[in-house]
């Protein structure tokens, strides 16, 4: 048998796609709580037992968010300022919709839609 990491079995949870994961995450913690039971867990750890799924789609999630989050105030930071005409139009909408993806949320229920 091989020998199991932990690298390792993020990587199979990592085959599936994130926003999926963080769908199947849901379901799982709903079960949980509708059956009013803790996290199905096997020993030694596999992929697939609930609190190893649930946690290391939550720190991609983590991840995932703060590399987004960089690279959209790096995104608003070199937008154009100024000007006018369609591309100015353009741009502006694009500087907006950078800054309410930068506000908690992604800038939705904070009135600034």
């Not at 091989?2 to 199947?24: C, D, H, M, W, Y």
């Not at 005409?85 to 907006?96: M, P, Q, R």
Request: one cysteine or more.
């Amino acid at each position: 048998m091989s020998e199991r990491t932990e690298e390792s079995l993020k990587a199979r949870v990592r085959e599936t796609p994130l926003i999926e994961r963080l769908n199947e995450s849901r379901k799982r913690i709903a079960a949980m709580c509708s059956e009013r039971r803790g996290p199905k867990m096997t020993i030694p750890v596999e992929y697939y037992d609930d609190d190893f799924f649930i946690c290391a789609t939550l720190e991609d999630a983590r991840d995932e968010v703060a590399r987004l989050t960089k690279s959209l105030a790096w995104a608003l930071k070199h937008v154009p300022k100024g000007g006018t005409g369609t591309y100015a139009c353009s741009l502006a909408f694009a500087e907006n919709a950078l800054a309410a993806a930068l506000t908690p949320q992604g800038g939705k229920g904070g009135g600034g839609e």
